[in-house]
């Protein structure tokens, strides 16, 4: 089956602590997204990559990091410096930058 | 970043009636979907239109592209339990920065 995996579904750091999440798709698209969801709230993009090598910062990047190593995989970093860290993590994937995007299950990040 | 205004906010029903809710902007996309999402988990995309006018249907689900370009309502009929859960609009524009733009959501409660 061809879909979208983000791991793990819970996750809990200590303060301080870098985590990575992880996100892996076999639909071959090219790109691919991150987005953080907060309670009562929509869906905002942190970073998003159209091909290998390259990533671009969306609305809400500070303290998060990314890499576009291989086109099956889109790792994001939530570093020290994000402030709010604790949220849902969403990764997703188009054809292209085509609109109609497909998401992953998330993670729940909690941070202690 | 901007977000989409979304309404209602949250609908309490019975099982049975019919559901209407709507997203407008202040700027025109080129392409709105309508996206749902059950608790825990990521969304899934519903119906997605791409011309001004254009009326979409899913199985109970109806979606329609404002002639504005502005604006897009999804309508559901004769809801039933597992219809429960947030229903999201998100607008995409060819021009500049292209990525989503997502509404603050609908929590759709069914009363059985």
């Known amino acids: 089956d061809g879909g979208i995996t983000q791991s793990p579904k819970y996750l809990f750091r200590k303060e301080g602590q870098n985590v990575t999440l992880s996100c892996e798709q076999n639909?071959?698209?090219?790109?691919m997204y991150w987005y953080r969801q907060d309670p009562g709230q929509g869906l905002r993009l942190i970073y998003y990559s159209q091909i290998v090598n390259d990533f671009q910062k969306g609305d809400i990047a500070e303290g998060y990091s990314v890499s576009r190593e291989k086109k099956e995989s889109f790792p994001l970093t939530v570093t020290s410096a994000q402030k709010n860290p604790t949220a849902f993590y969403l990764c997703?994937?188009?054809?292209?930058?085509?609109?109609?995007?497909?998401f992953g299950p998330g993670t729940r990040l909690t941070v202690l | 970043g901007q977000q989409l205004n979304q309404s209602p906010q949250s609908m309490f029903i019975q099982e049975g009636e019919d559901v209407s809710m709507n997203c407008t902007s202040s700027?025109?996309?080129?392409?709105w979907l309508w996206y749902k999402q059950d608790p825990g988990e990521g969304p899934v995309l519903l119906i997605a239109l791409y011309k001004a006018g254009e009326l979409t249907s899913n199985g109970r689900l109806t979606a329609q592209f404002g002639i504005t370009r502005k604006d897009s309502f999804l309508n559901i009929s004769a809801s039933i339990p597992s219809d429960v859960g947030i229903y999201f609009c998100a607008g995409h524009r060819l021009q500049g920065a292209q990525k989503l733009v997502f509404g603050q959501g609908t929590r759709l409660t069914i009363n059985p």
């Open positions: 639909l071959n698209h090219d790109a």
């Open positions: 997703a994937s188009s054809i292209d930058l085509r609109p109609e995007q497909f």
């Open positions: 700027s025109i996309f080129n392409t």
